[in-house]
């Protein structure tokens, strides 16, 4: 099996995808902005010890902190707990929730410190560090390809790699992501709907308690009767359950409705079929068993936000909806000015924008916009306008 990395960067966001056998295996996007995911560093401050959870309240400076569970403490002598007002550097083992602080561990973590770094605060050193989540990907994927926008993030992954495999720097108009066929996979893991190689078809609905994902045969072949199709059609759907699974950060209590089986063996079969599957994924995974219904339960832990909650918000009736943040329009806005402008001989370059989308761009996206402007070699005019629904470019 072949690996590929493909990275695109932009100022304070990263996305980063693994394909095999040129299917996309693993996507990652980090932003500067965005909550703390598996794999981030902090120095923290110890609050205090909790008996009964067996280890320590840590402030990490976000809204809820953390916790250092005994097992992940730095060894202390006599095997003593840090005292409260202790620095410590951690890592983010599984991201917050809304009603839960972030997991994390001192155990292993070299961070380097500044001196005059003061706790709580999160630690820099960019994603393709040591210890970032950008390395974990490239040491689970072992790529023989690497593909990157930017030069700099190009060499340290080289270094990263000690220069094993094929390293090329993607310097075209077209955007990396898009030019990869990427783009297209991204927006469809926001969709509910993803096929099935045998015509049937998944649908997944995060919701605030569990995600639920229903198997559909679609127009998959029914020859064999309807037991056997029903075997087929699941089988079918395991691997792409757990690429859904690994794509969109689904986590928590998850229930998958499979096609019904009567025959108990063909449930185990399933079964198996979904722990092997998810043996390699990750984030750890619990699959329990095939009722006779269809349903099976199974959890995963939360160690990185899902994918919709780092592209979008929720919107509509009481929030059941969601819709791009302004944010990811942002960048959204940002690789099309790339697109459509870079070579042009046009003599102004104008990003028609919604209110919240030029905001975005003006303020949070405001370095990302410059280095878009150095790379076009002149400036990018963002105009609010009310009338736009997201953004419009305009060369002129």
Do not use: W
């Not at 402030?59 to 006599?78: A, F, N, T």
């Not at 198996?272 to 994924?281: E, G, P």
């Amino acid at each position: 099996m072949t690996a590929e990395l493909v990275v695109s960067v932009l100022p304070g966001e990263l996305r980063a995808a693994v394909l095999k056998d040129d299917l996309l295996d693993e996507l990652l996007i980090l932003r500067d902005d965005a909550p703390p995911q598996a794999g981030d560093l902090f120095l923290a401050r110890v609050q205090r010890f909790d008996k009964g959870l067996d280890g320590a309240f840590v402030e990490l400076g976000l809204e809820r902190p953390g916790l250092l569970p005994r097992r992940e403490m730095p060894e202390g002598p006599g095997g003593s707990v840090p005292p409260e007002g202790t620095a410590l550097a951690v890592k983010v083992l599984r991201a917050p929730a809304e009603d839960k602080g972030a997991r994390v561990s001192a155990k292993g973590v070299s961070a380097p410190v500044p001196k005059d770094l003061k706790a709580p605060a999160r630690l820099g050193g960019g994603p393709g560090g040591a210890q970032g989540p950008l390395s974990a990907l490239v040491a689970r994927a072992a790529p023989q390809r690497v593909v990157c926008d930017d030069a700099a993030l190009l060499k340290q992954l080289k270094d990263l790699m000690a220069g094993d495999g094929d390293f090329d720097l993607h310097s075209t108009a077209t955007p990396l992501f898009e030019a990869e066929g990427l783009e297209a996979e991204i927006e469809g893991l926001l969709s509910p709907r993803a096929g099935l190689p045998s015509g049937g078809f998944l649908l997944i609905e995060p919701g605030q308690t569990l995600t639920a994902i229903d198997v559909n045969a679609g127009r998959s072949d029914g020859r064999g009767g309807a037991e056997a199709q029903a075997k087929a059609v699941n089988l079918a759907a395991v691997p792409e359950i757990a690429r859904q699974l690994r794509l969109r950060g689904l986590s928590g209590l998850l229930v998958v409705d499979f096609l019904a089986m009567k025959n108990p063996l063909d449930r185990k079969a399933v079964a198996a079929a979904l722990r092997q599957a998810v043996a390699d994924d990750p984030e750890p995974c619990q699959v329990f068993g095939v009722s006779p219904s269809g349903l099976l339960e199974m959890t995963r832990r939360r160690g990185r936000l899902p994918l919709h909650e780092i592209l979008c918000r929720p919107c509509g009736l009481a929030g059941s909806g969601r819709e791009k943040t302004p944010e990811t329009l942002a960048y959204e806005a940002l690789r099309a000015t790339v697109a459509g402008a870079l070579g042009q001989a046009v003599g102004k370059i104008t990003l028609r924008a919604a209110p919240p989308v030029a905001s975005a761009l003006k303020d949070g996206q405001a370095e990302a916009l410059a280095a878009v402007e150095q790379r076009l070699g002149r400036a990018v005019q963002v105009a609010a306008d009310p009338l736009v629904a997201t953004y419009e470019l305009v060369l002129g």
